[in-house]
């Protein structure tokens, strides 16, 4: 089923390389949507695919920088996104 998937990255995010290393994961998976800095300092995710591969997605931005912690919500897929980028 497809699903929706946002979800913010806190703690040490920035400046890592967490943004090209989410949107290399991403591709590999096949999902789409976006990630992007939040003048907070926290990373900004919205991700539509199979609810299955998109739980490949969070665990794998669960395994983040040792500091991060993730915020994640789930909602209906809202097709607007073709493939993945980074803003």
């Known amino acids: ?7 913010t990255v806190y703690g ?4 890592v390389g967490f943004r090209d290393a989410a949107y290399r994961m991403a591709r590999k998976l096949g999902v789409s949507g976006f990630v992007m800095n939040e003048p907070d300092g ?8 199979e609810k299955e591969v998109l739980d490949q997605f969070l665990a ?4 983040g920088p040792i ?6 919500e789930w909602g209906p ?11």
């Open 1 to 7: 089923m497809m699903k929706n998937l946002k979800m």
């Open 12 to 15: 040490g995010v920035q400046g």
């Open 42 to 49: 926290s990373v900004y995710l919205e991700a539509e695919g």
């Open 60 to 63: 794998w931005c669960r395994k």
């Open 67 to 72: 500091t991060a912690k993730v915020e994640a």
């Open 77 to 87: 897929p809202r097709g607007a996104f073709s493939g993945f980028r980074i803003g």
